[in-house]
């Protein structure tokens, strides 16, 4: 997998904590950059760590799936997408605790881990593909806390306008990076 790629990968995995983080924003009366980077650097962090995880889960099983592992990558990849897109595309009220509400610092790690959760189906993936599992989790962790950083600083700006739609974004590049990786191998 190119760096390119990793790079895309990264800011796609960053998206949905992107959308939170506006949420966050949002609550927030006036959120200083030293809160936000506080936030992004906690998301980041959390972020950055589920790849590895899931890459550890993915290599311990890499020998029994070898065969077909470019079709799992894809599929996994694609299902992650479209639901990222199908997040992207609710209603409101279908969806009514997007936004995070103002709150404890456990309230923040539990948005952080359930934001990190495709990072981790990622990781299972990325095991199966030729990548450096520490570049490529170092570059979804800093995209995540930047992406944060601004989201939070933007979330009093475009708070409910911008939020979801970045979902649709990250969904069309994991589905892209699928097809990619399929069409590498074949």
């Known amino acids: 997998m190119t760096v390119i790629a990793l790079i895309l990968l990264a800011f796609a995995m960053s998206t949905d904590a992107f959308a939170a983080a506006i ?3 949002a609550a927030l009366r006036k959120p200083t950059f030293k809160q936000a980077a506080k936030i992004g650097i906690l998301f980041g962090v959390i972020e950055g760590s589920t790849p590895l995880i899931g890459w550890l889960i993915g ?6 799936v070898q065969a077909w592992d470019h079709w799992l ?6 299902i992650l997408g479209l639901h990222m897109i199908y997040e992207g595309v609710k209603t409101e009220e279908d969806d009514a605790d997007f936004t995070p509400n103002t709150g404890s610092f456990l309230k923040l790690v539990v ?12 990781g299972i993936t990325l095991a199966f593909i030729e990548v450096n599992i520490w570049l490529a989790a170092g570059l979804i ?25 970045t979902e649709i974004c990250g969904g069309v590049v994991l589905i892209t990076i699928g097809i990619w990786v399929l069409y590498s191998h074949l």
Do not use: C, N, P
Request: glycine share 20%.
């Open 23 to 25: 949420g966050k924003g």
């Open 59 to 64: 290599y311990s099983a890499k020998s029994y």
């Open 73 to 78: 990558a894809f599929g996994l990849l694609t």
């Open 111 to 122: 948005t952080a881990i359930g934001t990190s959760i495709d990072a981790l189906t990622v």
């Open 141 to 165: 962790g800093l995209a995540t806390a930047i992406m944060v950083t601004i989201g939070v600083l933007l979330g009093r700006i475009v708070g409910g306008w911008l939020g979801q739609r």
